[in-house]
């Protein structure tokens, strides 16, 4: 079955940029999706389409993808952003399948 | 406001079914999918599958076939999931969430969750 694969942690200091990253075969074909899950609650969108923000998302949110890869980038990351991160997509397949990455733990202090 | 209220928890045994409810409210309830993705205690996100709200076309995980039944009811706008023959990995917090159209991953709203627990 398809895979995305996540680093399990990102650690970055407030003020610095985090970057998580998400693998995937199909990704050159299928766009990435973010979601943000903080301890207790329901996740949110926060990147969709590989790197459009929904309204009420804070502009240091931003998504890219290239080949394989695509990459949820936080710029100037603040102490509220401390979450653990979803990517999000489907394979390649006909029967088109969702798939959650493994999840990253974003540890911002 | 656009929300999704879910039911509350359930305890269910092993082999017995459980039906998780998601009312909507605040927008047009047909003009959107319903999705549902589950999180066992301490694990990620899990994709279950979708269903459209405008004429009950469904997607379901290939894992889940056989087991999920996910239909809608436009007439009080709640969306259900039913899972069958449960098993104790099927503990988890059950979410439902909001699919706009032409964007089948983009899960704007986000119910509450519901946690089901499968215990003998």
């Known amino acids: 079955s398809y895979e995305l694969t996540q680093p399990p942690s990102v650690s970055v200091s407030p003020g610095q940029t985090a970057r998580i990253t998400c693998s995937g075969d199909a990704l050159p074909k299928k766009y990435a999706y973010w979601y943000q899950q903080k301890s207790g609650q329901a996740p949110v969108l926060v990147i969709y389409e590989d790197s459009k923000r929904p309204s009420g998302i804070p502009e240091r949110f931003s998504g890219s993808s290239s080949g394989t890869m695509a990459t949820l980038t936080i710029s100037g990351a603040q102490v509220e952003d401390e979450a653990d991160y979803y990517c999000y997509s489907t394979d390649s397949s006909g029967n088109r399948q969702g798939v959650f990455g493994g999840g990253t733990k974003l540890t911002v202090l | 406001q656009v929300q999704l209220v879910q039911s509350g928890a359930e305890v269910k045994k092993p082999g017995a079914s459980v039906k998780v409810s998601c009312k909507a409210s605040?927008?047009?309830?047909?003009?959107?999918?319903i999705s549902w993705v589950r999180q066992a205690p301490g694990q990620g996100l899990e994709w279950m599958g979708w269903i459209s709200a405008y004429n009950g076309n469904t997607n379901y995980a290939q894992k889940l076939q056989g087991r999920v039944t996910m239909t809608t009811d436009t007439s009080t706008s709640t969306a259900y999931m039913e899972l069958r023959s449960l098993r104790s990995d099927d503990t988890a917090v059950y979410y439902c969430a909001r699919v706009p159209p032409l964007m089948l991953d983009a899960f704007d709203i986000w119910g509450q969750g519901t946690m089901v627990t499968v215990s003998s």
């Open positions: 605040g927008y047009t309830f047909t003009s959107y999918g």
